[in-house]
């Protein structure tokens, strides 16, 4: 008996560190699908960062205003998309440096939205926390509280699957399609081609240019998504640099998913594991190693980005035209 | 005027004053729709930072990061490399410069332990850089997504070195306990004083003069050693410098290197100079505002000088602003940083054909 209790525990353990995973790795896997579109079309994009804590302020600050989180999550898209039209802008109009424009961007960002939450709200640069209607909450599945008496299945169900915001299943349903559309749809061919080699794509006579603008702008949709995810979702309000560096970390998860869908989502799997993971562990004693300090797990996707980056295990091979500004020639 | 003589004064002087004040017109343009009269911020901007010698003195410790900083990512600049890591590199040189000072036997003369501090904080840092730097060269990963993640180990490595193994004990802030008083690096308000000058107490200590000798040092190195002809000709055109027996490979690590060690000097203006201990974020924003400075000044040792003053003063000129106005904080200072990058570096040629249309036609020749 004391011994079933035992195991139905560590299951349940389990099953909360893994539905945590679930959401830490939402806003990973909604930035790095949009990173996936903007550099596979050529343009990279360190701007993630940047373009998800415009639309977290965006988000908490209608959200606050209109008690709506759809109008929020509207608004939010709009602030994220100017930000990757002021990308492409720069980056295809002016063929301008992508790392300088996305780091100016980055930089901006988190400049102007304290300066206008200070101008708004006068609280520090935060928002207002939001109540209830202004969130985006969570969904029980039809028949969690039902099942949950089944043994292992029943809370598995309950504490993994179900009772999760509705942004959650998009961002997991976002992967396949995100597939079909790079590999089984006319668009996607001609963006994998554009990043790969732009010069054969102008001359089979498709734009480059409005190839590139769609590819950045998709990014920017989702980017916005993610950001409402943390600040209206995940969070309740907005607060200085609230990303804390989750769009670089999906930089990362594309990275070391080789830019391709599938494996960037295990990628945004695995580094949301090791956050909730270390939140975890954090002072526990672990069996045979002691308590391990929770900043060596946090620097783990760091570290096997920049060995993978290294060559060291497997290759990481980029779009073949990615960083380049496409020239016409005359 | 010929016409490439045209272009040259188009690339090389109007070009980039369009730019900064196409950043500045958007500045004011925010001024304006957070209800703050420009004109007025301006002013109060510049009492804060030149009104009074406290405020001069704010100015010139900030203005020392941002040369060091901007020294930092002009040098990569200058290698055809772009180092984002400023922010990391300046972090654990800071760790360096703490490390020399608690090995070294705390009563050593300030002669001895002052440089050999200094030279603490540039190894670290351009240890710290020389990793990314190493990786580019010989393994191809990418500097710049390279040095993003080192910023982030940096960071976690100094959150559990700070908190588990340096800090003062009994304490519950994350510091280190005090340097010894023959660390510190000498206040200028100190200096003055023995000359007889008395202005009021400012954090502004002798790591300026470290940061003018460096920019001519940097300047120096550029553009009258070997190995600066070395990193211009690697940034200009790599293939074309290994024609010239120039290593590509090697150019870059040492490029970064010097970056690394020129970030890592913030360490000493910072913790030699006022704090006098290893605190935590010390360095939060001077990495990246290095960017901005380095874009602003051209990539030259001058410009970077009279950018980092600029940056300096709007630092010290933001702080003032807030007393003055609720909704205005020092990020307005990182809203501009943000500005200038995206003006003077992405949309650099923004301006570019409409003024060569404007100013520089081509001829048509007509046979």
């Known amino acids: 008996m004391n011994e079933v209790t035992t195991l139905s525990d560590m299951w349940l353990t389990l099953l909360l560190t893994l539905d945590a995973t679930v959401r830490l790795s939402t806003p990973l896997i909604l930035a790095a699908m949009a990173g996936l579109f903007s550099e596979r079309s050529g343009v990279v994009d360190i701007g993630l960062e940047g373009k998800m804590l415009a639309a977290c302020f965006a988000s908490a600050t209608i959200a606050h205003f209109t008690g709506s989180p759809w109008l929020a999550l509207g608004g939010a898209i709009l602030a994220s998309l100017s930000l990757s039209i002021i990308h492409g802008f720069a980056t295809i109009t002016h063929k301008g440096d ?79 399609l995100v597939w079909w559309v790079l590999y089984r749809t006319r668009f996607g061919l001609r963006l994998r081609a554009v990043g790969e080699n732009p ?23 989702l980017c916005g998504i993610a950001g409402t995810y943390i600040a209206i979702a995940h969070n309740a309000q907005f607060t200085r640099d609230m990303t804390a560096g989750a769009g670089y970390i999906a930089l990362a998860a594309l990275i070391f998913g080789k830019w391709r869908p599938l494996t960037v989502f295990m990628a945004c799997l695995l580094f949301g594991f090791l956050q909730a993971f270390s939140m ?37 091979i980029a779009p073949k035209a990615i960083g380049k500004p496409y020239v016409k020639e005359r | 005027m010929s016409r490439d003589s045209r272009l040259a004064w188009i690339n090389g002087l109007l070009l980039p004053l369009l730019n900064i004040l196409t950043a500045f017109a958007a500045t004011a343009v925010l001024f304006l729709l957070i209800n703050v009269d420009p004109i007025e911020a301006a002013k109060t901007l510049l009492y804060g930072a030149f009104g009074y010698s406290e405020g001069v003195g704010y100015t010139f410790y900030y203005t020392t990061n941002f040369i060091f900083t901007g020294l ?55 240890a710290w850089a020389m990793a990314p730097g190493y990786l580019q060269a010989y393994r191809g990963s990418h500097i710049v997504i390279t040095t993003i993640m080192f910023n982030f180990l940096a960071a976690t490595l100094m959150v559990y070195l700070m908190v588990k193994v340096l800090r003062e004990p009994g304490q519950m802030t994350p510091q280190t306990v005090l340097f010894p008083e023959n660390a ?114 051209r990539n030259h040792p001058f410009g970077i000088v009279i950018a980092a003053l600029l940056f300096g003063t709007l630092y010290q000129g933001g702080a003032e602003l807030a007393f003055e106005w609720s909704n205005i904080s020092r990020d307005i200072v990182v809203v501009m940083q943000g500005l200038v990058i995206l003006f003077c570096g992405a949309l650099e040629y923004m301006y570019k054909p409409w003024l060569v249309r404007w100013l520089a036609p081509v001829q048509e020749v007509r046979s």
């Open chain 1, 98 to 176: 992508q790392i300088v424009s996305g780091v100016a961007l980055n930089i901006l960002v988190s400049g102007l939205t304290i300066i206008l939450g200070l101008t708004w709200f006068r609280q520090g640069g935060q928002t207002p926390a939001l109540t209830g209607d202004g969130r985006i909450m969570s969904i029980d599945l039809p028949g969690a509280e039902l099942l949950n008496s089944i043994p292992f299945l029943g809370p598995l169900y309950k504490e993994l699957i179900s009772g999760h915001n509705i942004l959650v299943y998009v961002a997991f349903a976002l992967v396949p």
């Open chain 1, 199 to 221: 010069n054969a794509v102008d001359t089979a006579g498709i734009s480059v240019v409005s190839l590139r603008y769609r590819a950045v702008m998709i990014g920017g949709v």
């Open chain 1, 280 to 316: 975890r562990i954090e002072g526990v004693d672990l069996p045979v190693v002691g308590a391990i300090p929770v900043q060596v797990i946090e620097a783990v996707p760091y570290l096997l980005t920049v060995i993978l980056l290294a060559g060291f295990i497997g290759k990481a």
């Open chain 2, 72 to 126: 930092a990512v002009a040098i990569a600049f200058h290698a055809g490399l772009f180092n984002i890591g400023g922010e990391g590199q300046a972090y654990i040189g800071g760790l360096g410069a703490g490390l020399v000072v608690f090995m070294l036997f705390p009563g050593l003369s300030p002669w001895l332990m002052i440089p050999a501090s200094i030279l603490g904080a540039m190894v670290f840092g351009g």
């Open chain 2, 184 to 297: 510190w690096l000498p206040f200028v308000h100190d200096v003055l004083a023995k000359f007889g000058i008395e202005v009021e107490r400012s954090p502004l200590n002798m790591s300026i003069l470290l940061a003018l000798v460096m920019s001519v040092v940097v300047w120096f190195f550029l553009w009258q050693t070997r190995w600066g002809y070395a990193i211009r000709a690697t940034g200009r055109n790599a293939s074309a410098a290994v024609y010239a027996g120039i290593s590509q490979k090697r150019t870059i690590v040492i490029a970064m290197c010097i970056s690394g060690a020129l970030a890592g000097l913030v360490g000493i203006n910072e913790l030699l100079g006022y704090h006098h201990r290893i605190i935590m974020n010390f360095h939060v924003g001077y990495g990246f505002g290095g960017i901005a400075v380095a874009l602003m000044g």
